[in-house]
């Protein structure tokens, strides 16, 4: 399967804005791109100013996938899925998860799939999002944020991936705050250097500008390089 896993260090870390990015850049250049999220929570909170993660992959994905196409399971509570899952009396099969994840990739040249929350957020008591990204077999990128904490976060999560056989391409650090913030600076040379993975920086982005955004990132190397 041809495609990236995008996993974040934490909740709310811009790992849905991240993976529209990569949507919209490969769908730019000509690539047949689907998407995928396994579960999305949270659907009963205000809106911010995006859309929500499975309706912001679809409206950037061309396969004619619709928003349900791309999250299969969609929870109100802004919860972890098998919590979530729990309050809404059902279960959660993973496998059903793996199967809604290929059948989605087939239709296309390259799958881009987002995690929920962090690499270790429990799909179900037994299934980890990692365990989901080493079933599909995709090469992972981390989203992280720029600011102080971002160190232990990123390097904690890349050490869970690899020790579990994921392979890490690159980490993207988002919202990047520019020039001139020296932490920020110091955070991305500093989890370059002892995670020994590359860390790109993806700018404050619109929905309008999501592919221009993405094709400043090292696509070739994330994707195909694996």
Excluded at 66 to 74: E, F
Excluded at 102 to 117: F, K, M, N, T, W
Aim: with cysteine; proline share 7%.
């Amino acid at each position: 399967m041809r495609g990236v896993f995008v996993a974040g260090t934490d909740t709310g870390v811009g790992k849905s804005v991240l993976a529209a990015s990569v949507c919209a850049a490969l769908v730019e250049r000509g690539e047949r791109v689907a998407a995928f999220k396994p579960v999305v929570t949270g659907l009963d909170g205000e809106r911010g100013e995006w859309p929500a993660d499975h309706e912001l992959l679809a409206s950037v994905a061309n396969v004619g996938q619709s928003p349900t196409d791309v999250a299969p399971l969609r929870f109100g509570p802004p919860a972890s899925p098998h919590y979530a899952a729990e309050l809404a009396g059902t279960s959660i099969e993973p496998s059903e998860l793996v199967a809604a994840a290929r059948q989605a990739a087939q239709s296309a040249d390259a799958l881009i799939c987002e995690g929920v929350g962090g690499l270790l957020v429990p799909i179900t008591a037994g299934y980890l999002v990692r365990d989901l990204a080493l079933d599909l077999k995709l090469p992972l990128v981390v989203a992280a944020r720029p600011a102080l904490g971002s160190i232990n976060h990123t390097l904690l999560t890349i050490e869970a991936a690899r020790a579990a056989g994921l392979g890490v391409v690159g980490v993207v650090m988002t919202p990047w705050p520019g020039n001139g913030d020296g932490v920020a600076d110091s955070n991305r040379k500093t989890v370059e250097l002892i995670g020994r993975v590359r860390v790109s920086r993806l700018p404050p982005v619109t929905q309008e500008t999501l592919a221009e955004a993405g094709a400043e990132l090292p696509l070739d190397e994330w994707v195909d390089g694996w």
